[in-house]
């Protein structure tokens, strides 16, 4: 077992909570729809990331590509009626963004990261990879801490908040830099493979 | 050829490495500079002048009158009684005098968390609404009386549109500009008190409730 991995793992799942706590998720996770559609493009990327595992087993590697390429097709029409579904109901493309993009695009890119944290367990990682993730995900949970010592802060008008020039904004303004640090991690992730 | 695919390959590869470990060093150090700069601010002190607000006295004319109604069901039906008892409430304007009144300086978080405390206005438009469609059954006349309330309700928005304002643009108010508006969530606090006791002053006089 890889103990730097399952501290990764560890952390990543904190972040991922920690995460859904701020910004009150109102999702239901009991709901199978909702668990299959967040964990749609995280697995589809999981499963081009192992896509020449099963290279030995022609059988097993005929049966792979062709989930994959079944989970690669679905992304895309999930990934583009998300965009057009945003986009048309919001009045201009910062309004979007705010209103469901950086929320859901976070939890996703989230979601990858704890997949490929779980499977690097069980496998010889790169330190330097783990090494980024480890301080990316300790500085947003500690970053989601500063957001519940704010006093006063509200979580109900939260959303509104984001788009005011205010003492508050910068709370949300994180979130779109999370998403950037998180994807930054996976971009090294993917090219870094040992 | 394979081999200067390689090296090309590492190259790029090395580059990418670089640029990420930037980007990422850059964005901590654009978290640590936003920090420093929001625990600045949020503990910024604003003075306040000409604090007159101190006078609890009034309170208790209002205390007694809701005493009143509350011992004395007048000509309302039980149902009507009950509901105007429900939505008959003081404490939190009490509550919010006690803690702001005597105030004479403020952090900028302060500020906050007294938006925060006073931003029940929907509420509060909602439950003068509901008690004023139960007294316009006793008494018409009442009718006239909801202009005066949605006035004081006005004036209220107003004071928290002005502590709204404050907090939108914390790093533009300075201390001689500030402590004007800083006022207003003592005025925010008194026209919720004027709402009250319109309202409570319309329950006795539509239900003709005597002491």
């Known amino acids: 077992m890889n103990k730097r991995s399952l501290i990764k793992f560890i952390l990543v799942l904190i972040n991922m909570i920690a995460t859904l706590l701020v910004i009150k998720a109102e999702i239901s996770f009991t709901d199978p729809l909702t668990i299959l559609l967040f964990s749609l493009v995280p697995i589809t990327l999981v499963m081009f990331y192992y896509r020449k595992s099963f290279k030995n087993y022609k059988k097993f590697q005929f049966a792979y590509d062709v989930i994959l390429m079944i989970l690669i097709l679905a992304s895309l029409i999930f990934v583009l009626y998300f965009a057009f579904t945003v986009l048309n109901f919001s009045t201009n493309i910062i309004e979007a963004e705010y209103s469901g993009l950086y929320f859901f695009t976070y939890i996703v890119v989230l979601m990858t990261l704890l997949l490929f944290s779980f499977f690097d367990i069980f496998k010889k990682t790169n330190k330097k990879n783990d090494i980024l993730v480890i301080i990316i995900c300790l500085v947003t949970i500690l970053m989601s801490l500063r957001v519940y010592m704010i006093p006063g802060f509200n979580q109900d008008i939260f959303v509104y908040y984001t788009l005011s020039n205010n003492i508050y904004s910068y709370v949300s303004e994180f979130y779109v830099y999370f998403f950037i640090l998180n994807v930054l991690a996976i971009i090294h992730y993917y090219i870094n493979k040992v | ?211």
């Open chain 2, 1 to 211: 050829m394979n081999y200067s695919k390689e090296s090309f390959k590492y190259k790029i590869k090395k580059e990418v490495n670089k640029i990420i470990i930037v980007l990422v060093t850059l964005i901590f150090i654009f978290f640590a500079f936003v920090n420093v700069k929001s625990y600045y601010y949020l503990n910024k002190t604003y003075k306040i002048s000409g604090n007159d607000y101190n006078n609890f006295s009034r309170f208790d004319e209002l205390k007694n009158n809701i005493n009143i109604i509350k011992n004395n069901q007048g000509k309302y039906s039980n149902e009507d009684y009950s509901l105007i008892l429900e939505y008959l409430s003081y404490e939190d304007v009490l509550k919010d005098a006690e803690k702001y009144f005597n105030k004479n300086n403020y952090f900028y978080k302060e500020i906050n968390s007294a938006y925060f405390d006073l931003y029940n206005y929907y509420d509060i438009a909602k439950k003068g609404e509901k008690v004023y469609k139960l007294l316009v059954k006793y008494d018409y006349n009442i009718i006239d009386n909801l202009n005066s309330y949605y006035s004081f309700y006005d004036s209220y928005n107003s004071s928290l549109n002005i502590i709204r304002n404050l907090i939108d643009n914390p790093y533009h108010i300075n201390n001689g500009t500030s402590s004007y508006n800083i006022l207003s969530i003592n005025g925010a606090i008194a026209f919720k008190y004027f709402m009250v006791k319109a309202l409570v002053n319309d329950i006795i006089e539509a239900g003709d409730i005597n002491e």
